[in-house]
């Protein structure tokens, strides 16, 4: 009791500065110590972070932890929907296999999170709250130790000063006191300087752990990844197999190799909708379609249906939905590699001429485009036959078909490409439409994939008799390979047209005037069909 009052008695002293403090550690350890409180507040925050960054209960064991991330959850859910939804399901397909997925993820992150807490969370709090502490409760003590000894020093100087018998007496007992008390500041003294300095020695240690943490993540990051890369390919081959892609706005070579078909599922359909309702239809592909009931039709074709009787009572619906997917490809039908050769073709003045250059161009079409193209124009042939009634004749077809056939790769607006390709587009379908037996002679089988009922109304007979005509020299024919055949002359009508061109659904006027009369050759001319190709179609 007494020494806490000499010592708070010493203390006031001090405080009001009537008495000297004795400083027993030297600047460089007061340079230690004023960092070892800052040390330890920024530890204590950084755990308190990294501690509320984890997702699983820190210090709880490892199964118990696994299962209370969020991960872990996450992949149980998408793998029970995957199970719910069953192998027959894309979804259900991609759930599970992205479930599991997820799952060593999960696996990844509590191995990750465990290394952590070990490697880092506990050095940190084992700094922070442990080694930092009792450095600090020693310089608390070694503060009393010296308020101690300042306390004995006075009192013996004072009893070595004073008159009084009684003090003089006691000099010898404070001057004990006074020794054992410095003896016990000097021992904490030294226990405190080997901590400082040990705690100096070791900041770089304690820097490793920062470093350590980015390392761990690093680590982590990797595994994760190497894990995604592993299921990332097997989760894009499953998709690619999965035949019920959308067929609108994909290109034509992956839609057919998807579906394994030969003719893209749009165009077939259609035709084979057309061929039974259709074709006595006025004005089949210029009218448009109610907008719901092509949206509808558009997405039952997507999804790869063959149940498409609710469409055969409306022809304009199919038709408009034919011209979206040819208009929607990437790359139109007739390509954008072979643009400027049909232009090339179309701007030939002499009519046989012109129609060799068609057919060569025609020829060096890709396969799949190749085998479509004909398809399409085959059919639309066989419309034509049927002008009198529809009053689609191979003019009117190529001014509202044409521009969703063929278009320029850099083309500008919708009414610059009308403008620019116009005349040129109707240059190159018709005449093909017009010839499309002699374009290809072979007989087309419509329903060429079986799923489509075949037309219940017999089928119109074609006026035009077959040309038994050789094909151009590029062939491999007889003569030169590289000049086109005259063996017959085809004459093509010069064009005069002021019609509505319809693309997209949308209308723009645009008007040709008629080319110049060409010389007629020597040799007869073919018979032509009895379709008038330069009469519009009657606006309603």
């Not at 997702?55 to 149980?76: I, N």
């Not at 035709?271 to 006025?282: D, F, R, S, Y």
């Not at 149940?307 to 954008?336: C, I, N, W």
């Amino acid at each position: 009791m007494k020494k806490q009052f000499n010592r708070m008695k010493q203390l006031a002293n001090q405080t009001v500065g009537r008495a000297e403090k004795t400083e027993v550690l030297s600047d460089d350890l007061l340079q230690i110590e004023r960092r070892l409180e800052l040390v330890r507040l920024v530890s204590h925050n950084t755990h308190k972070r990294l501690v509320s960054c984890l997702q699983g209960q820190l210090g709880t064991d490892t199964e118990k932890r696994h299962k209370k991330l969020p991960l872990t959850g996450l992949s149980q859910t998408m793998q029970e929907g995957g199970s719910q939804l069953g192998e027959e399901s894309m979804i259900g397909k991609m759930m599970d296999v992205c479930g599991e997925a997820e799952g060593k993820l999960a696996f990844e992150l509590l191995q990750h999170e465990m290394q952590m807490e070990k490697d880092i969370l506990d050095p940190l709090n084992q700094l922070a709250e442990v080694e930092i502490p009792n450095i600090l409760k020693q310089r608390k003590q070694l503060a009393k130790l010296v308020l101690d000894y300042d306390s004995a020093k006075t009192r013996w100087l004072q009893a070595t000063k004073s008159t009084n018998p009684a003090m003089a007496a006691k000099v010898d007992s404070l001057k004990d006191e006074m020794d054992e008390a410095l003896n016990k500041v000097e021992i904490c003294k030294d226990q405190l300087s080997a901590d400082l300095y040990n705690f100096a020695s070791k900041e770089g240690d304690y820097a490793r752990y920062y470093v350590m943490l980015l390392e761990t993540q690093a680590e982590y990051h990797r595994r994760s990844l190497a894990a995604l890369e592993v299921v990332i390919p097997t989760i894009q081959t499953q998709q690619d197999s999965w035949i019920e892609k959308p067929a609108f706005g994909t290109a034509l070579e992956e839609h057919l190799k998807r579906t394994n078909r030969e003719i893209a599922l749009p165009i077939e359909a259609c035709v084979m909708m057309l061929l039974e309702t259709g074709m006595k239809e006025e004005g089949l592909f210029r009218i448009a379609a109610g907008a719901s009931k092509l949206k509808k039709l558009k997405a039952a074709l997507d999804c790869s249906t063959s149940q498409l009787e609710g469409f055969y009572s409306d022809p304009h619906a199919v038709a408009g939905a034919l011209k979206s997917y040819l208009r929607e490809l990437p790359e139109p039908l007739m390509t954008f590699s072979l643009y400027d050769e049909w232009i090339q073709a179309s701007n030939t003045l002499d009519s046989d001429k012109r129609l060799q250059a068609l057919w060569v161009t025609c020829d060096h079409l890709p396969k799949a485009h190749k085998a479509n193209f004909r398809y399409l124009v085959k059919f639309l042939a066989k419309l034509a036959q049927d002008s009198d009634v529809n009053k689609m004749t191979p003019s009117n077809i190529a001014i509202v078909l044409g521009p969703n056939l063929l278009w320029s790769k850099t083309e500008g607006t919708l009414a610059e490409m009308a403008a620019a390709t116009s005349v040129h587009v109707l240059a190159i379908i018709e005449p093909i439409i017009q010839h499309a037996d002699w374009f290809f002679p072979e007989e087309v089988d419509f329903n060429v994939s079986g799923m489509f009922s075949l037309p219940s109304h017999p089928p119109t007979p074609d006026p035009e008799p077959i040309l038994d005509r050789k094909r151009p020299g590029s062939m491999g024919q007889d003569g030169d390979s590289h000049t086109p055949r005259k063996d017959r002359y085809l004459s093509r009508p010069n064009l005069t047209v002021s019609a509505l061109y319809v693309v997209a659904n949308e209308s723009i006027t645009v008007t040709e005037t008629p080319t110049e009369d060409l010389p007629s050759p020597d040799f007869k001319a073919v018979p032509q069909s009895n379709v008038d190709p330069t009469n519009p179609v009657t606006n309603k």
